[in-house]
């Protein structure tokens, strides 16, 4: 079978603020021309044309509330939302557009997915808002997709979710917040892959490549796990000139850090985190006591030969708490590249350090 169908068939079946500063890069780009454009307003009108899409097209959304759940599968499974299950073209993309007032709205954190793309190539995704799902925006199988300028918030686990072998794509200029409102530590703000226990339910058992993703100048903030997950299995991203704000990370399932990398060859440069300061406990970061916040940036080798190659350059991390501002596991110390141009603040364990805080060098 091959393994989009296989994709389709099993996943069709699936369905506190903190203050940071403003990203002076991150402003919300124009919305891309039209050409041959949809108007809809309501969420009828909307599925009806995201099933009917076209190569070429230009879904635009009146500003509104489009809310209301589409009815459980047979087997009692709750479907996404809003299913995107066709693809554009290299030269001719589908676009789903509106401002922030439009507001796909998933009807509850403990539902379905608000928006949900399976073997869906080729979309961009602009301006709206994804709101009240159990997951915001997710693209399995999907890939050469842009999202850019949307605003992700109210989500009961993960903001955006980029899996099964779903590469080649971005998110831009956009906000991701107030996620794992239900479940704590599956709050991340923009995940990238599959967990290796997680690999025979969502990539047949090897590990999921949803490689050379890239997320940019984005403002993620006040989620309840990592702002940025990047996991195992993936390859060759980007991850540049966000603002990743760490007052929310509530400490669950290992989740207390701006970052955590257990992904191959990321680039990872002029990024800003910010967490704001409190009093320091050293044993705040020990496996007996973990705190909510403990590093900057961490790499975790999760599986034996992942974890490497990967290079940190040029980010601002206000750390204060008790960690390190980046934080390497010591057998893969030596297969990532710590440049001396990061700037860490208030990172009580030193600036570079790997297990049991042992400090580490930069590379200039």
Not at 206 to 214: A, L
């Amino acid at each position: 079978m091959g393994q989009k169908l296989a994709l389709m068939i099993v996943l069709i079946t699936m369905a506190g603020c903190e203050a940071v500063p403003p990203n002076p890069t991150a402003g919300a780009p124009s919305l891309s021309p039209v050409t041959d454009e949809i108007r809809v307003d309501g969420p009828d009108a909307l599925r009806r044309a995201l099933a009917e899409a076209q190569p070429g097209q230009t879904i635009t959304l009146a500003d509104g509330a489009y809310s209301g759940k589409p009815p459980r599968g047979n087997d009692g499974s709750e479907p996404g939302r809003y299913l995107i299950a066709r693809s554009g073209t290299p030269d001719a993309p589908i676009t789903l557009r509106g401002s922030r007032a439009a507001v796909l709205d998933g009807d509850g954190t403990g539902g379905g997915y608000v928006l949900h793309l399976v073997n869906a190539d080729y979309w961009r995704l602009e301006g709206f808002t994804a709101t009240s799902g159990s997951k915001g925006i997710v693209l399995d199988g999907s890939s050469h997709n842009v999202i850019s300028g949307v605003h992700i918030t109210d989500i009961g686990d993960e903001g955006v979710h980029f899996r099964a072998f779903s590469s080649s794509n971005t998110i831009q200029h956009s906000e991701v917040d107030h996620t794992g409102m239900d479940s704590e530590g599956f709050g991340e703000g923009v995940y990238l892959g599959s967990a290796n226990s997680n690999w025979n339910r969502y990539s047949g058992g090897q590990p999921d490549r949803s490689d050379q993703n890239q997320v940019l100048d984005n403002r993620i903030t006040d989620t309840r796990a990592e702002p940025i997950d990047v996991k195992e299995g993936t390859t060759g991203g980007v991850i540049a000139g966000n603002v990743l704000g760490g007052d929310g990370v509530a400490g669950q399932n290992s989740a207390d850090s701006f970052l955590d990398v257990k992904g191959n060859g990321y680039r990872i440069e002029g990024n800003h985190g910010t967490h704001t300061p409190a009093p320091i406990d050293p044993d705040d970061c020990n496996q007996r006591r973990r705190g909510p916040f403990c590093h900057g940036f961490e790499v975790h080798l999760a599986v034996d030969g992942w974890g490497r190659d990967n290079v940190f350059r040029g980010n601002r991390l206000e750390v204060n708490a008790p960690g390190a501002g980046i934080w390497v596991q010591n057998n893969t110390r030596d297969r990532n590249v710590i440049g001396c141009d990061n700037q860490v603040i208030g990172a009580a364990a030193g600036d570079y350090a790997t297990n049991h805080y042992q400090p580490i060098p930069c590379t200039p």
